[in-house]
């Protein structure tokens, strides 16, 4: 809400998300935390294809967890994603039963079922492969503005309230991404000039966030593969039709 995550406004996002696409926000709403940890102001997807049947519930594990790499992920689908989390939890994807239940193969006749299914294993695989050097991600989500907090000096965005994630869905098998530093973004600061120039340039509260996060691990919980992840910095930008104007720029420390 990685993949637009549904953003905060409408998330899952993940197109390539306003937010991750096919994504959606959980989160436990919590008053604004009594400090903003490490936030400072820098100088200045296509939804997955889900398939009826679900995948297995017994997937086969591999020898070890996956390493965490140096490349990024730039606004993946959600088949990326969920691909990248068993990676990193270190179990093997079903891909075969996969490649089962594309439309191709399942309309195939019995001469051309078997090349439909070589074909669409191979697809698979090359998106599984194209998660192998994975360290971080760029996600863009949708989010709204809050009032303006005059007392701590800027706006907060839903899309890092504390406790955030984001989750999505793919191929009936449901996971999530979950921001452990969340709080730490929680709040954009500007002084009050600079945000009644932002929300002036932005003409709406709607804006998206697009944000750079460096993963972790990945664990199978009971709802499902979770991935650990914590935000680097993230840039506002105007939802404006045709004027998406960055309006500011965050670091974290």
């Known amino acids: ?115 439909a299914l070589k074909a669409e294993l191979e697809r698979l695989e090359a998106i599984a492969a194209s998660t192998a050097d994975a360290g971080f991600l760029k996600l863009k989500t949708d989010c709204n503005l809050s009032e303006y907090d005059a007392g701590r000096g800027g706006y907060y965005l839903p899309a890092f309230e504390p406790g955030v994630s984001y989750s999505f869905e793919a191929y009936g098998e449901k996971f999530a991404l979950q921001l452990g530093n969340s709080a730490d973004a929680y709040l954009w600061p500007l002084t009050p000039d600079a945000a009644r120039e932002a929300l002036r340039r932005a003409g709406m509260r709607a804006v998206d966030v697009d944000m750079r996060i460096a993963i972790g691990r990945a664990t199978r919980r009971a709802s499902g593969l979770l991935i650990e992840g914590r935000v680097l910095d993230y840039r506002v930008i105007s939802r404006q039709y045709g004027n998406p104007a960055q309006l500011g720029a965050v670091v974290l420390r």
């Open 1 to 115: 809400m990685l993949p637009t995550l549904p953003g905060p406004a409408a998330l899952a996002a993940l197109t390539t998300l306003a937010l991750l696409a096919g994504c959606g926000k959980s989160a436990s709403p919590a008053a604004p935390p009594a400090a903003v940890y490490g936030a400072a102001p820098a100088a200045s997807p296509v939804p997955a294809p889900t398939a009826s049947a679900a995948s297995s519930s017994d997937p086969s594990p591999s020898s070890a967890p996956g390493a965490v790499g140096t490349g990024t992920l730039d606004y993946p689908d959600n088949l990326q994603l969920l691909l990248l989390a068993y990676r990193l939890a270190g179990q093997t994807p079903p891909l075969d039963a996969w490649a089962a239940q594309a439309p191709t193969v399942r309309t195939a006749d019995e001469f051309s079922r078997a090349a």
